[in-house]
């Protein structure tokens, strides 16, 4: 067997949009400007920067050169560094994997309500609407096998939608469609946050929001939730960015193009906290409330604030189409990068091609999904996955990937160099500094302190079954399927050496770029 060429992207453009689809997703929109009001409004714009450049910036560095050098999804990339870290990447895979089986339920709520919008189908009462209405909820079912069927359907359509684009590959499909929908995104929310501004009461929102709080730097709560948040929107440390840039080509400048990413999503956040808060700003004034009375984030914010929101402002139904429109969009995009994981793992393990692996992957997930999500138990399973992947997933695996690879398999110092060799950028000495030491330490005390909240008290108030299947036994089946995974054996010729082509040293690498036409903004000679 010999192994298949490996996909790439025919330009950086092409790759920017995918990897800034990724990264720009529903956490942008409905998580930061909460974050930032709860730790400090405006002052909390300086442990953002901060870690947005120690922690992000850093992580993205390791995971783009990670895929750019080992060109694998990551169980192979890590399995190429060493033979014991192949369980690494399994982890990191099987968190996108259960990431996309409840992230899509979202997706199919944002198209109801992006329909809804038009007629204001959730009168006076969204909060009734939401839950009682339109999810049905059963809140102390572990399962209740209760379909709401044309949520169903929906959820259907959007998992086709979503395997059809990914059918045709990372440049027919991937980035043909990123190419399209990350502008229109962002002309989407511009429209959106230009709508707020004009709003009575915006400017009381945008008060809340970047008054400063210089005292709230003191806390380190406020620098941790700086980390977490950058960690949590830019999608790092499980596998989506490394898997991303294992389809660069050679010649691309990997650090300048983690910057442009890092500043497009961060400069995306700031435009949703300012559409958010001046929305917020209205609904305070309209109430006669002040603004801690009705900031949310998360699903509270999207599905119920907003669209009270919507129902007394002039104009509403326009603005809830923008608005819920600019949520799919968003989630859509960050699926390709998400469901891309699992199935590129599939195609490097299993010795499958791309179509055969996303029928394989992507229809396994759809399944789960479909069973799992539009019944009227599917938010409790979604919330309580969502958390527990977060931490029991997200920050245990980063933390313990960058410690065992980083240190363990001496990795730091040769992803330098790869990072030097191929970017005008250097890492310098700062890059191993934040990698390898600060970052980790962040990522350990984040850990512990959820970890510790997961365990003193029931996440949520839900019940004991249902944290025990939706929590601490998917918890099991990621880190004991990692295990199982990395037991299957490799396809006979499976080659675990790094491609000829990037085993240049950066010295090597430097001369033989220093003798050949320049590197092009498109990643070629």
């Known amino acids: 067997m010999e192994n298949k060429p490996r996909e790439t992207w025919s330009s950086r453009p092409m790759f920017l949009a995918a990897a800034i689809g990724s990264a720009i997703g529903l956490g942008n929109i409905w998580r930061f400007p909460y974050i930032a009001y709860e730790n400090g409004g405006g002052s909390f714009l300086i442990p953002y920067v901060i870690a947005l450049v120690t922690g992000g910036v850093a992580m993205l560095f390791f995971d783009y050169a990670i895929g750019h050098r080992f060109r694998a999804a990551p169980p192979l990339a890590f399995r190429r560094i060493a033979r014991w870290a192949e369980p690494l990447g399994w982890v990191q895979t099987l968190i996108t994997f259960f990431i996309a089986v409840y992230y899509m339920a979202i997706l199919a709520w944002a198209a109801f309500y992006t329909y809804y919008s038009f007629t204001l189908a959730w009168g006076d009462k969204p909060n009734d609407f939401f839950f009682k209405d339109f999810l049905q909820m059963d809140g102390s079912s572990t399962y209740s096998g209760k379909y709401l069927g044309v949520l169903t359907v929906v959820l259907i359509v959007i998992w086709l939608a979503l395997l059809l684009v990914m059918s045709f590959g990372v440049e027919r499909g991937v980035g043909q469609v990123s190419k399209f929908a990350v502008p229109t995104l962002i002309v989407l929310f511009i429209a959106i946050t230009a709508r707020a501004l004009t709003l009575e009461g915006a400017s009381a929102g945008l008060n809340a929001l970047f008054t400063p709080n210089w005292e709230a730097l003191t806390k380190p709560g406020v620098w941790m939730a700086g980390y977490g948040q950058i960690f949590y929107s830019l999608a790092v440390g499980f596998g989506i960015m490394l898997t991303q840039a294992s389809y660069l080509k050679r010649r691309t400048d990997v650090t300048t193009t983690a910057w442009t990413v890092a500043f497009a999503n961060s400069s995306f956040e700031v435009l949703a906290g300012i559409g958010v ?29 907003f669209p009270q929101i919507i129902s007394t402002m002039p104009g509403g139904p326009i603005f809830g189409v923008l608005f819920f429109g600019s949520l799919l969009l968003a989630g859509f995009t960050s699926m390709f990068s998400i469901i891309e994981v699992p199935i590129s ?3 490097d393990k299993f010795n499958l091609s791309r179509r055969p692996a996303v029928i394989l992957v992507g229809g396994l997930a759809a399944v789960i999904s479909v069973v799992l999500l539009p019944t009227t138990s599917g938010l409790p399973a979604l919330d309580i996955m969502d958390a527990f992947i977060n931490v029991m997933g997200i920050v245990l695996i980063a933390a313990v990937t960058l410690v065992a690879v980083g240190w363990g398999a001496g990795m730091f110092p040769v992803l330098r160099d790869h990072l030097d060799a191929v970017s005008t950028l250097p890492t310098k000495v700062w890059w191993i500094a934040c990698v ?10 984040t850990f512990v302190g959820n970890f510790w909240d997961l365990v003193q008290s029931p996440y949520g108030g839900y019940t004991g079954t249902q944290l025990l299947v939706y929590g601490w ?15 299957v054996a490799w396809p006979k010729g499976t080659s675990f050496d790094v491609p000829k082509e990037f085993q ?6 430097l001369r033989e770029q220093a003798a050949s036409k320049p590197m092009t903004q498109e990643g070629e000679k």
């Not at 036994?473 to 037991?487: H, M, R």
């Open 277 to 305: 808060f001046s929305a917020l700003g209205f609904m305070a004034t309209q109430s006669g409330q002040e603004i801690g009375d009705v900031v949310t984030n998360g699903i509270g914010l999207a599905f119920i604030a």
């Open 345 to 347: 793992a599939c195609m």
């Open 436 to 445: 390898g030491v600060l970052t980790p330490v962040v990522l350990t005390v």
């Open 473 to 487: 036994l998917l918890s099991l089946v990621i880190y004991l399927g990692s295990i199982l995974l990395s037991a």
């Open 504 to 509: 240049l040293s950066a010295k090597a690498a």
